[in-house]
C-alpha cells in the first residue's frame, strides 16, 4: 500500500481518484482549496486552504506534511485549456 498525495481534490478527477484510492486501500492526503461534503466524508486525510499557485500556500502544505514521506503525488488541479500541441505554452502549464 502506498501513500498518494491528489491536489485538486475536492471535485472531478481529483475526487475520483481519491475515492477510488480510498477504496482500494491506499493512504489519500487530499489537498484542495475547500473541501466539499463528498470529499470529507470520504475518511481521507484532507488538507484545505492550499491554492497550488501560491507560494505560501505550497510552503504552508510542506510544513503541515512536515516529513511524511509521499509515494506517489497526483498533482491534478488545473484548468482544462484547449490547446493543440504546437500551441502548448510551457509556463502555462
Ligand atoms: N476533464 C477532462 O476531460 C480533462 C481532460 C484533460 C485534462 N484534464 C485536466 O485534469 C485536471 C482535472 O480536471 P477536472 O475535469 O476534474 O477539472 P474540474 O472539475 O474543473 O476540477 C478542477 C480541480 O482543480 C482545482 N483547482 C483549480 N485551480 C486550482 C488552484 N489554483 N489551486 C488549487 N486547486 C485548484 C479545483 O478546485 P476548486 O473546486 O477549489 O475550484 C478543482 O478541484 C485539470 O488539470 C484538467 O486540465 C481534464
Known sequence: ???YLVTGANRGIGYEFCRQLQ????TVI???????DAL??????VEESI??????SLADLRD??????IDVLINNAGIAKRV???DLNFDSI
Open 1 to 3: 500500500m502506498a501513500t
Open 23 to 26: 477504496a482500494h486501500g491506499e
Open 30 to 36: 487530499a489537498v484542495c482549496r475547500t473541501a466539499d
Open 40 to 45: 470529507k466524508a470520504l475518511g481521507v486525510q
Open 51 to 56: 491554492d497550488i499557485t501560491s507560494d505560501d
Open 64 to 69: 503541515r506534511l512536515a516529513n511524511r514521506a
Open 84 to 86: 493543440t500541441l504546437e
